[in-house]
């Protein structure tokens, strides 16, 4: 018996003339996901990609895994691979299925002939295979609108393909479809969040952290790491750049009134994230702030953050409620690695009465002690480059 994964793009489909960019692409990241599993082969045709192992050593059940995870992907099944004749087509079916078909009630056949020179039509492929599958399973009973169970009997080009069901994929664009950003990353529950989401959108990631010992641990950046470690089951290897930001805290501490404590240092990192960025061709910066959420985070003070930067600013989760960005969250497992209590350095040095409604120019008086270049530069000089997989 001969099993494949057959993988349904979705979205890709609407795409014109770059569709086989964006196809090419995703094959791509599909092989890097698979590079551990066995050897296989990977083709395309007629909007499907077909996953074809060539020994029995493929790690099947990781591929499905390793798939569900691959952005660009909208759907994907194991299916049993047979002979374009009706003979194999009804042997096959009953035999394959034979587990999902022992534990349901009911069932629906859908054939789809993409091949119009197999003899037998649609309706005809769906019949036969019903009949087959209740000769062999007498207690099943066929419903049309309701079903346990859709089988789907597939003729294409090469072969027919026997499947029950199929698994939701990922979504989304294929990963370095829409260039490349870098997500600043801290400790807590959004950021990572952000990452996954603008990950989806098709973009390639990269990741700036800000780390302030003493004041922050060894085991926050671990976590830091940890966290990203997750994200990169969806989009691959993250460049991680993190950044000595003890520094320019403590000058903010001593230069500056202390309600502008956490502006001005959101400042100085979108200076520095901004520099890092543009040096590694990154076309913008992603944030996991979300509107109102803490004091940081009104318009003006977003308006205040934005001022210093000249490239985009993306902030995916700007309209989500915190109950939302746990939901994702939880979904892709990062939810309780973000609740360790490690604190990171957005936490470090905060102002007691934070200002809620800045202005540009009252920033600017505020941060006039800072020599500000200097800092910058020197925080760029000593940061140190990691590779997150």
């Given at each position: 018996?001969?099993?494949?994964?057959?993988?349904?793009?979705?979205?890709?489909?609407?795409?014109?003339?770059?569709?086989?960019?964006?196809?090419?692409?995703?094959?791509?990241?599909?092989?890097?996901?698979?590079?551990?599993?066995?050897?296989?082969?990977?083709?395309?045709?007629?909007?499907?990609?077909?996953?074809?192992?060539?020994?029995?050593?493929?790690?099947?059940?990781?591929?499905?895994?390793?798939?569900?995870k691959v952005f660009g992907i909208a759907a994907f099944s194991r299916a049993r691979v047979c002979e374009k004749n009706m003979d194999d087509?009804?042997?096959?079916?009953?035999?394959?299925?034979?587990?999902?078909?022992?534990?349901?009630?009911?069932?629906?056949?859908?054939?789809?002939?993409?091949?119009?020179?197999?003899?037998?039509?649609?309706?005809?492929?769906?019949?036969?295979?019903?009949?087959?599958?209740?000769?062999?399973?007498?207690?099943?009973?066929?419903?049309?609108?309701?079903?346990?169970?859709?089988?789907?009997?597939?003729?294409?080009?090469?072969?027919?393909?026997?499947?029950?069901?199929?698994?939701?994929?990922?979504?989304?664009?294929?990963?370095?479809?829409?260039?490349?950003?870098?997500?600043?990353?801290?400790?807590?529950?959004?950021?990572?969040?952000?990452?996954?989401?603008?990950?989806?959108?098709?973009?390639?990631?990269?990741?700036?952290?800000?780390?302030?010992?003493?004041?922050?641990?060894?085991?926050?950046?671990?976590?830091?790491?940890?966290?990203?470690?997750?994200?990169?089951?969806?989009?691959?290897?993250?460049?991680?750049?993190?950044?000595?930001?003890?520094?320019?805290?403590?000058?903010?501490?001593?230069?500056?009134?202390?309600?502008?404590?956490?502006?001005?240092?959101?400042?100085?990192?979108?200076?520095?994230?901004?520099?890092?960025?543009?040096?590694?061709?990154?076309?913008?910066?992603?944030?996991?702030?979300?509107?109102?959420?803490?004091?940081?985070?009104?318009?003006?003070?977003?308006?205040?953050?934005?001022?210093?930067?000249?490239?985009?600013?993306?902030?995916?989760?700007?309209?989500?409620?915190?109950?939302?960005?746990?939901?994702?969250s939880r979904k892709i497992d990062t939810f309780e690695t973000s609740c360790l209590p490690y604190e990171d350095c957005c936490t470090v040095?905060?102002?007691?009465?934070?200002?809620?409604?800045?202005?540009?120019?009252?920033?600017?008086?505020?941060?006039?002690?800072?020599?500000?270049?200097?800092?910058?530069?020197?925080?760029?000089?000593?940061?140190?480059?990691?590779?997150?997989?």
């Amino acid at each position: 018996m001969k099993e494949i994964i057959l993988i349904k793009n979705g979205e890709l489909a609407l795409k014109g003339l770059n569709r086989s960019v964006f196809e090419d692409t995703l094959i791509k990241n599909i092989k890097i996901a698979l590079k551990d599993l066995g050897d296989y082969t990977v083709r395309k045709a007629q909007s499907t990609i077909y996953i074809e192992p060539e020994n029995d050593d493929f790690d099947f059940d990781g591929a499905l895994t390793a798939v569900s995870k691959v952005f660009g992907i909208a759907a994907f099944s194991r299916a049993r691979v047979c002979e374009k004749n009706m003979d194999d087509i009804l042997s096959a079916a009953p035999e394959y299925l034979e587990e999902t078909l022992k534990s349901i009630k009911t069932f629906k056949v859908e054939a789809k002939r993409a091949d119009k020179r197999f003899p037998f039509t649609s309706p005809e492929i769906s019949a036969a295979v019903g009949g087959a599958i209740l000769s062999k399973f007498p207690h099943l009973k066929v419903d049309v609108h309701k079903p346990d169970e859709i089988i789907t009997v597939e003729v294409r080009d090469y072969a027919a393909y026997i499947r029950a069901g199929q698994l939701h994929g990922a979504g989304g664009l294929p990963v370095g479809t829409a260039g490349k950003a870098a997500i600043l990353i801290s400790g807590g529950i959004d950021s990572p969040v952000a990452a996954w989401t603008m990950a989806k959108r098709g973009l390639k990631l990269d990741a700036i952290h800000f780390a302030s010992p003493p004041y922050t641990s060894p085991r926050a950046e671990q976590k830091v790491k940890t966290l990203l470690s997750k994200v990169s089951e969806y989009c691959g290897t993250i460049k991680l750049a993190i950044v000595p930001f003890t520094e320019i805290q403590e000058k903010i501490a001593a230069e500056c009134p202390e309600e502008y404590f956490t502006l001005i240092m959101r400042r100085m990192m979108m200076r520095i994230a901004e520099r890092i960025a543009v040096y590694h061709k990154c076309g913008a910066l992603i944030t996991g702030e979300s509107l109102g959420q803490v004091a940081s985070q009104t318009l003006p003070a977003i308006g205040v953050t934005d001022a210093v930067a000249d490239i985009p600013i993306l902030r995916p989760l700007i309209g989500s409620d915190k109950e939302e960005i746990i939901k994702i969250s939880r979904k892709i497992d990062t939810f309780e690695t973000s609740c360790l209590p490690y604190e990171d350095c957005c936490t470090v040095f905060t102002p007691k009465h934070p200002k809620t409604r800045p202005t540009v120019p009252l920033c600017e008086q505020a941060e006039a002690k800072l020599k500000v270049d200097e800092l910058v530069k020197r925080a760029i000089e000593n940061t140190e480059f990691t590779f997150i997989d």
